[in-house]
Structures are given as C-alpha cells and as structure tokens.
C-alpha cells in the first residue's frame, strides 16, 4: 500500500500566486516523522522541511508553511508569492522509527511558475 | 561544507553488465543510503549503510548490493545488468541512524542507462 500520496502530479501557476501542494500519508506507528524535498532539474534532493509526529505545530519559513494535521494523516505545504525559481518537482516523504533512514517518497508533485 | 559527491554522474551500459557507483557522505556522517528513481516507480529506497553494516535493504533483488568503507564513503554495485535498471541512483548521508531519524542530505545522482 502506498505510504505517502501526493495526487497533485503537475500544477502551473502564475509568478506571485499562492500554492499549496498536498500529501497524505499513511502509517501505523505512532512515532514517525515527515519531510518535504524539492528536486530541480539538477536531480539533486533539497531538504525543506522535517516534522515529527508530536509536533502539530505549523510553520512559516519565509514564503514556505506547512499544515501537519495528524487528524487527516496531511502534511501540507504552501508556498506563497511564488516565483519562477520555485519551479521543481516537490516530493513529501514519510519515515517511521523503526526503520531508520528507510523515507518512503511521494510521487512527487510537478510545480511550474509562469513568468 | 561539501556536500554528498557521487560518481560517475552519468554512464551507459549494456545489459549482462555490471556497474559500481560510488558516493562520498558530508563529513562526520555516518550513515549513507541509496534510492532508486525512475518515472514509473518514483524514488524507491534500496539500502542503508551505517559503520560498515547494512541496516536495512528495501525489496530489490540481490543483482544489487552495496557496502559501506570505514572513511563512511559507500559504493553500491548492480550484477548483470536489466534494461529497467536505468534510472537516477541518488546517494543520501545523514549523521545517525534507527530511532533517531534526521533529514537526509542527497547527492545529485548518477544516471544510468542500460541500453
């Protein structure tokens, strides 16, 4: 089954438009933690973000938040204002305490900003 | 501080052959990871490596097998090489491993292709 679903596969929007990219994940530990990477063309992962399941609490860093609410299983995240240089493909990814360094990724969300 | 270096960046093979990937982790980490990426399975993890020892393997057959040298620096070698095969093998280096869960740092990737 599926750990991690991001069923946003492409979105285009316009420079300086807000977007929200969607992850729902699925385990039954109780202990996990949740992450967002962003991939540019060079194929090299960027950490954005890293979460733990005790922590509810959203953040905003700059134009980046995130929306984790355990009651859905949804680690959400919003960029606002966007800009041509947020184009990438966007994956979430789930890890569980039992497995270490074993991420299980999305399939990514493909996000292109029009100029 | 550098960053994950994996080499070769790209390669052809044919198949029936074999190939070894190497990748240099951020210095003081420990642990190194390898994930698969292709478009139709997305990023799958493969092994993770830490003192030496394999921690966990994901479910890829034993065509594919890695180790971990002292200096932290690991390589992954792929056996009689299969036209799926061909894909991006990103290397990823955390500083620890099993409960405690740290983001990941990826390298940019070797790209195989097996024609």
């Known amino acids: 089954a599926q750990k991690v679903t991001q069923a946003q596969t492409e979105i285009s929007v316009v420079e300086k438009e807000d977007v929200t990219l969607d992850c729902v994940y699925e385990t039954r530990d109780t202990t996990y933690y949740l992450f967002w990477y962003k991939q540019p063309p060079s194929g090299e992962l960027v950490f954005l973000i890293r979460r733990n399941s005790f922590d509810e609490q959203n953040e905003i860093s700059g134009r980046y938040s995130w929306n984790f609410q355990k009651s859905t299983s949804s680690f959400n995240f919003t960029i606002t204002a966007s800009q041509v240089v947020d184009s990438a493909v966007y994956f979430c990814?789930?890890?569980?305490?039992?497995?270490?360094?074993?991420?299980?990724f999305g399939t990514g969300t493909s996000l292109t900003v029009i100029p | 501080k550098a960053g994950v270096t994996q080499t070769p960046r790209y390669l052809i093979k044919t198949r029936g052959q074999q190939v070894t990937l190497s990748c240099s982790p951020i210095s003081g980490h420990r642990s190194v990871s390898w994930y698969q990426q292709t478009p139709g399975q997305g990023l799958q993890f493969l092994f993770e490596?830490?003192?030496?020892?394999?921690?966990n393997k994901g479910n890829f057959p034993g065509r594919f097998s890695g180790r971990q040298f002292s200096n932290s620096r690991s390589e992954m070698n792929v056996s009689t090489l299969e036209l799926g095969d061909s894909a991006l093998y990103l290397c990823?280096?955390?500083?620890?491993?099993?409960?405690?869960?740290?983001?990941?740092?990826f390298g940019e990737g070797s790209r195989l292709t097996v024609l």
């Open positions: 990823a280096s955390s500083l620890a491993s099993g409960s405690y869960t740290g983001e990941l740092f």
């Open positions: 990814a789930l890890s569980e305490v039992h497995t270490g360094n074993q991420f299980y």
């Open positions: 490596y830490f003192s030496e020892t394999q921690r």
